[in-house]
């Protein structure tokens, strides 16, 4: 079946400084790949769209400029969490569908601590 | 804009029950809805897929019904073992290019020994 590969799956950082999380489709190629973000108890929140190629799309209230995403390959999506800040410690968590399937496919997410 | 509402209790059931989680949404019906196992610390599995044609859909101990009617669907867990205590989620697709899915916000499940 799809597999998708997220690394870090744990990450301390200082404040101020950035972060990069992978998202990989290690058996399929994905033209788009989604962000979610999940704080304790909550369920996911879609951060935004990855696209292959061109930019991302961000869902409303998120920032762009903090969050950036980078999708240069079919199977590798980045998100880079700039000037982070204890606010921004959260799990998150990338999905990615095989363009023959109708079911999404997630990583085993990112668990980011700000200190 | 579209809500999608879960129970937000959580639910505690004894082993060997049958467990009923409900997912309603607003307005417009999506083309199919999903569901998704999710344990602590690790991102959401898939169960079941139901389409908006479809009325219901098993496999083994899991069954899902859809009715765009009420626009609800549940999800049952007969035989209920401790194994499966998570978050149950739901997730609606509206179809679209890009299948992005929406979560609701999700049922904690205790199933008690």
């Known amino acids: 079946g799809a597999v998708v590969s997220q690394h870090p799956s744990r990450v301390i950082c200082k404040s101020g400084t950035s972060v990069k999380i992978e998202c990989r489709s290690l058996?399929?190629?994905?033209?788009?790949m989604f962000w979610y973000r999940q704080f304790p108890k909550q369920s996911l929140m879609l951060m935004a769209t990855?696209?292959?190629?061109?930019?991302?799309?961000?869902e409303q209230g998120v920032e762009k400029d903090k969050f950036l995403i980078n999708h240069a390959s079919l199977t590798l999506s980045t998100l880079t969490v700039t000037s982070a800040h204890p606010e921004d410690s959260s799990f998150y968590i990338c999905?990615?569908?095989?363009?023959?399937?109708?079911?999404?496919?997630f990583g085993s997410g990112t668990r980011l601590t700000v200190v | 804009s579209q809500k999608i509402e879960q129970n937000s209790e959580a639910l505690n059931i004894q082993e060997g029950k049958t467990a009923t989680l409900t997912c309603n949404y607003t307005n417009y019906s999506p083309a199919y809805l999903q569901w998704y196992r999710q344990d602590p610390g690790r991102g959401p599995v898939f169960l079941l897929l139901i389409r908006e044609n479809e009325k219901e859909k098993r496999k083994e101990r899991l069954k899902v019904t859809f009715d765009t009617t009420l626009k609800q669907s549940l999800f049952h867990i007969t035989a209920s073992q401790p194994a499966d205590s998570a978050t149950y989620l739901c997730?609606?697709?509206?179809?679209?290019?890009?299948?992005?899915?929406?979560f609701g916000t999700g049922t904690l499940l205790a199933v008690q020994p």
């Open positions: 997730a609606p697709n509206y179809g679209g290019a890009t299948n992005k899915l929406i």
């Open positions: 999905s990615a569908r095989p363009p023959t399937g109708e079911v999404n496919t």
């Open positions: 058996d399929f190629q994905a033209t788009t």
């Open positions: 990855s696209n292959e190629g061109s930019k991302a799309t961000y």
